[in-house]
């Protein structure tokens, strides 16, 4: 065909986005020159490879904050990664920013997420010598860790790239700070509605986990957004979006407010709470051993690991392995390392 599907879509993007969006025809481009796809654009692409990766697939078996839980609907840390991504590209598509790179952004977000969640995080961070940052180390998956048609890296664009690492940032209008220059406003987008999506599903878990209340919640913040996690998100999303629709991505004051009561309540009361940090602790020790063994004697398992890149030191690639271990399988590892097995006789 002449006209090939891609181009028409890029069109209509240039058509119909904002001019504050990142369109896929100006893109930044890609670390590695590939040829483009007829059908797709390179944003789509991106958030294709990242569903399709290992390390996706891996999410659904590390803690969002209650530790290897037997409920069936307790979050995980792919499904806050689906719920991000569902609240980000609701956002986005109101504001005309260009929804597929802010989909492909939120999928990647947490790629790079230990197990144990931010407890896995903070142990990985204080013993190894170069420290350790999920957001960093997302963005190492994508670029070395992971496989692509049997080359290291996804060979994601810059945008995309870009996102991932700054994630976090967005929280800067949170707290009434400058966001960093070159920060796109799909990147921003997502990083609000990561913290939407703990707040109102964090809340949600540990009242059916019996450790909190909706009594017990800041009845002002509540009053503004809601009670159930639906009216939340509701609410939260409107909020940006209301927001922001002069171009300048904000959040109402009176929602703004309540979202930073909620979090600072979470991180008061729920994250440092007596049920969480007791379990937290026992998955620290269970990594701390874990990387002290490795370091001390680096084994076959470890040495024949995809998910480490063999031209890397023994702590990169030590770190690399811990932090891509799902709950299961560092608690299976350090059982079979430091537990006695039972003799068959």
Not at 43 to 56: E, G, L, T
């Amino acid at each position: 065909m002449d006209i090939q599907f891609r181009d028409l879509y890029e069109l209509k993007e240039k058509e119909w986005l904002s001019s504050k969006a990142c369109l896929s025809a100006n893109t930044k481009g890609r670390q590695i020159v590939e040829r483009e796809d007829p059908f797709r654009t390179c944003f789509q692409r991106d958030r294709d490879r990242i569903i399709h990766s290992k390390a996706f697939r891996r999410l659904k078996r590390k803690t969002q904050v209650f530790l290897t839980p037997l409920g069936d609907h307790y979050r995980t840390r792919l499904t806050h990664t689906l719920e991000v991504a569902q609240i980000a590209r609701s956002i986005s598509r109101v504001l005309r920013l260009n929804e597929d790179l802010t989909e492909a952004i939120a999928l990647g977000h947490d790629l790079g997420h230990t197990p144990f969640g931010h407890a896995g995080e903070r142990i990985l961070a204080e013993l190894s010598s170069f420290g350790f940052n999920h957001a960093e180390q997302s963005l190492r998956v994508v670029d070395i860790l992971e496989h692509r048609q049997g080359k290291r890296g996804l060979n994601l664009t810059s945008e995309v790239r870009e996102g991932i690492r700054n994630h976090s940032q967005g929280k800067c209008i949170l707290f009434g700070k400058p966001c960093p220059e070159g920060i796109s406003h799909e990147a921003t987008i997502v990083s609000l509605s990561d913290v939407i999506a703990y707040i109102t599903h964090d809340i949600d878990d540990a009242i059916r986990g019996g450790i909190l209340t909706t009594q017990k919640l800041p009845q002002k913040a509540i009053s503004i957004v809601g009670k159930t996690a639906s009216e939340q998100i509701d609410t939260m999303i409107h909020g940006v979006i209301e927001g922001s629709i002069e171009g300048q991505i904000q959040i109402v004051p009176e929602t703004l407010n309540a979202i930073v009561e909620l979090r600072n309540f979470l991180f008061e009361k729920l994250y440092s709470s007596g049920p969480i940090m007791r379990e937290m602790n026992k998955a620290q020790r269970v990594v701390r051993e874990l990387f002290n063994y490795f370091m001390e004697d680096s084994t076959k398992t470890l040495m024949e690991s995809e998910f480490i890149n063999p031209e890397d030191s023994l702590e990169r690639k030590v770190v690399d392995f811990l932090a891509g271990m799902t709950d299961e399988y560092a608690l299976t590892t350090y059982k079979n390392i430091f537990l006695p097995s039972r003799w068959n006789i």
